[in-house]
């Protein structure tokens, strides 16, 4: 691929996609809002069939998990039918497209600790995970050509994250107390980008799951954050139903790495050396 159309290139993954991207070469068009709503079908299929891409990198979403439960219209609009718009637009170009999906997915039915893998059936538990679902439907239905990847507790610098809420969190108060029965991996940004692009440049389409390597709870991720920063708070592990939200989170959504590993005969760094990474390039 040499000329990408990135939707949600303003967005926490889309600003990594985007800088790499150029950085290697490729000449990438970023569309996201104002100037391009995916909502609007028009809208997308004239900035799509303008850029003339080779592949589209859709990042664009509704990521709000908890206001996607009041908001779900909007959340089906933007992660569905917005999906449906830029899938559309591909088909026309027949160009191949992939879609980041989420371990939201899953309802927490495959016993713990045993981890999820592609072709395991999706449950979604939340509006979010529900309309991400529904993206992921349209990107099979209406794409031969395309890479479905899942990714969970994504952060990456300049974005809404956990690591930034808990440092945050930490300079503020003596005591957090963090939920320690969702169980999952981390993705840092950094680590996750390069393998989206030498997947893309692979053309083993299909569904995978990629996260940084590992698993653990909310809890001990916050525990490392703060005892790799230095700082003095108490971390202090909790139920989910001590820490109720509006929107359910399954309490297992490990995803397992090994088509990913098959596939590009690659592994990610572990969750703990992505942290000292994101925590050592932090401005
Ligand atoms: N964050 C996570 O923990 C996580 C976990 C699993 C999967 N994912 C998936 O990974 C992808 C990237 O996530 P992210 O955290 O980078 O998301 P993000 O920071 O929220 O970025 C999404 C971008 O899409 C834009 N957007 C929203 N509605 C749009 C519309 N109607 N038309 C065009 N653009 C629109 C947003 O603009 P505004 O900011 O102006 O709304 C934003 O720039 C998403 O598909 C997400 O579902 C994320």
Known sequence: ?????????KGMLGRELFHVSRELGKEVIGVDLPECDITNRKQTET???????????HAAAFTAVDRCESEA????????TGTQNVCLAAQKLDVPLMYLSTDYIFDSAKPHPL????????????????SKWAGECFVRDLCAKHFIVRISWLCGHGGTNFVETILKLAKERDELKVVNDQHGSPTFV?????????????GAY???????????TWFEFA??????TGLKTRVMPCTTEEFPRPAPRPKNSRLSPRLYENTLGNRMPTWEEGLKKYLGERP
């Open 1 to 9: 691929m040499n000329r990408i159309l990135l939707t949600g290139h």
């Open 47 to 57: 900035a799509v069939f303008d850029a003339k891409p080779d592949f589209i990198l």
């Open 73 to 80: 219209d909007m959340a089906y609009l933007v992660n569905a």
């Open 115 to 130: 981890p999820y893998d592609e072709w395991d059936a999706a449950n979604p538990m939340s509006v979010y995970g529900k």
């Open 190 to 202: 950094n680590d996750l980008v390069p393998e989206l692009i030498r997947l893309s440049e692979n």
């Open 206 to 216: 299909g569904t995978y799951h990629i996260t940084n390597r590992g698993f653990t």
């Open 223 to 228: 525990k490392k954050i703060v005892e790799l």
